[in-house]
Protein backbone atom coordinates (compact mmCIF):
# COMPACT_ATOMS: atom_id res chain seq x y z
CA UNK A 1 0.00 0.00 0.00
CA UNK A 2 1.31 3.14 -0.86
CA UNK A 3 -0.12 6.61 0.42
CA UNK A 4 0.30 9.67 -1.30
CA UNK A 5 -0.07 12.88 1.02
CA UNK A 6 -0.45 16.55 -1.31
CA UNK A 7 0.12 20.10 0.17
CA UNK A 8 0.77 23.33 -0.97
CA UNK A 9 -2.58 24.46 -2.58
CA UNK A 10 -4.38 27.60 -1.91
CA UNK A 11 -5.75 31.11 -3.39
CA UNK A 12 -3.72 33.01 -5.64
CA UNK A 13 -4.27 35.91 -7.73
CA UNK A 14 -3.88 35.78 -11.54
CA UNK A 15 -0.57 35.44 -12.92
CA UNK A 16 1.03 33.99 -9.90
CA UNK A 17 2.94 30.95 -8.26
CA UNK A 18 2.03 27.90 -5.88
CA UNK A 19 4.34 25.12 -5.73
CA UNK A 20 2.36 21.73 -4.70
CA UNK A 21 4.46 18.58 -3.23
CA UNK A 22 3.05 14.90 -2.82
CA UNK A 23 4.87 13.36 -0.37
CA UNK A 24 5.01 9.40 -0.51
CA UNK A 25 4.74 6.64 2.15
CA UNK A 26 7.01 3.76 0.37
CA UNK A 27 10.50 2.46 0.70
CA UNK A 28 10.45 2.10 -3.45
CA UNK A 29 9.00 5.39 -4.54
CA UNK A 30 11.81 5.12 -7.60
CA UNK A 31 10.08 2.74 -9.22
CA UNK A 32 7.00 4.10 -9.68
CA UNK A 33 6.08 7.09 -12.66
CA UNK A 34 4.59 10.00 -10.87
CA UNK A 35 1.84 12.41 -12.30
CA UNK A 36 0.04 15.05 -11.22
CA UNK A 37 -3.97 15.14 -12.27
CA UNK A 38 -6.52 17.81 -11.91
CA UNK A 39 -10.27 17.85 -11.64
CA UNK A 40 -12.22 20.76 -12.20
CA UNK A 41 -16.20 21.59 -10.99
CA UNK A 42 -18.41 19.67 -13.56
CA UNK A 43 -14.74 18.30 -15.77
CA UNK A 44 -13.42 15.17 -16.43
CA UNK A 45 -10.03 14.38 -14.67
CA UNK A 46 -6.38 15.55 -16.42
CA UNK A 47 -3.57 14.45 -16.76
CA UNK A 48 -1.59 17.42 -16.09
CA UNK A 49 2.22 16.38 -15.90
CA UNK A 50 4.26 13.01 -15.97
CA UNK A 51 7.65 12.12 -14.54
CA UNK A 52 9.10 8.72 -15.56
CA UNK A 53 11.69 6.66 -13.05
CA UNK A 54 14.46 8.15 -15.09
CA UNK A 55 13.04 11.70 -14.76
CA UNK A 56 11.80 11.89 -18.03
CA UNK A 57 8.62 14.64 -18.06
CA UNK A 58 6.04 15.36 -20.10
CA UNK A 59 3.60 18.35 -19.76
CA UNK A 60 0.03 18.91 -20.71
CA UNK A 61 -0.33 21.40 -24.00
CA UNK A 62 -2.62 23.87 -21.50
CA UNK A 63 0.50 24.05 -19.21
CA UNK A 64 3.54 24.00 -21.27
CA UNK A 65 6.00 26.94 -20.51
CA UNK A 66 4.20 27.58 -17.03
CA UNK A 67 3.92 24.15 -15.50
CA UNK A 68 7.12 21.74 -14.55
CA UNK A 69 7.18 18.47 -12.47
CA UNK A 70 9.85 17.06 -10.87
CA UNK A 71 10.63 14.66 -8.49
CA UNK A 72 13.53 13.43 -5.58
CA UNK A 73 13.93 10.40 -4.82
CA UNK A 74 15.66 10.61 -1.95
CA UNK A 75 12.90 12.33 -0.37
CA UNK A 76 10.02 10.58 -2.07
CA UNK A 77 8.48 13.67 -2.98
CA UNK A 78 6.80 14.94 -6.30
CA UNK A 79 6.46 18.48 -6.87
CA UNK A 80 4.64 20.53 -9.46
CA UNK A 81 6.03 24.16 -10.01
CA UNK A 82 3.13 26.66 -11.01
CA UNK A 83 3.55 29.45 -12.64
CA UNK A 84 1.43 32.33 -14.50
CA UNK A 85 -1.77 30.78 -13.14
CA UNK A 86 -4.40 31.33 -14.76
CA UNK A 87 -8.08 31.25 -13.89
CA UNK A 88 -8.73 28.46 -15.38
CA UNK A 89 -6.28 26.50 -12.98
CA UNK A 90 -8.53 26.35 -10.43
CA UNK A 91 -8.96 22.51 -9.68
CA UNK A 92 -8.41 19.96 -7.10
CA UNK A 93 -4.95 18.40 -7.88
CA UNK A 94 -4.20 15.14 -6.99
CA UNK A 95 -0.98 13.36 -6.95
CA UNK A 96 -0.66 9.52 -8.66
CA UNK A 97 1.95 6.89 -8.63
CA UNK A 98 1.80 4.17 -10.83
CA UNK A 99 3.55 1.40 -11.82
CA UNK A 100 2.67 0.47 -15.39
CA UNK A 101 0.95 2.70 -17.82
CA UNK A 102 -0.23 5.91 -16.26
CA UNK A 103 -4.13 5.78 -16.91
CA UNK A 104 -4.05 2.35 -15.08
CA UNK A 105 -4.38 0.98 -11.71
CA UNK A 106 -2.65 3.37 -9.34
CA UNK A 107 -2.05 5.27 -6.30
CA UNK A 108 -3.92 8.57 -5.41
CA UNK A 109 -3.36 11.39 -3.05
CA UNK A 110 -6.48 13.04 -1.16
CA UNK A 111 -5.82 16.13 -3.50
CA UNK A 112 -5.63 19.51 -2.92
CA UNK A 113 -7.52 22.65 -4.09
CA UNK A 114 -5.70 25.22 -6.06
CA UNK A 115 -8.01 28.49 -6.86
CA UNK A 116 -7.16 31.21 -8.78
CA UNK A 117 -9.09 34.15 -8.51
CA UNK A 118 -8.58 38.28 -7.87
Not at 11 to 21: A, D, I, Y
Not at 36 to 41: D, E, I, K, N, T
Not at 70 to 75: G, P, Q
Not at 87 to 93: G, L, Q, R
Given at each position: ???????G?G???????????CA??T?????F??A??????G??????A???T??????A????G???I??????N??A??????K???????Y??A????I?G???W??G????V??
Open positions: QVQLVESGLVQPGGSLRLSASRIFSVTMWFRQAPKQRELVSITGGTTNHDSVKRFTSRDNAKTVLQMNSLPEDTAVYCKVAGAGFGYGQTQVTSS
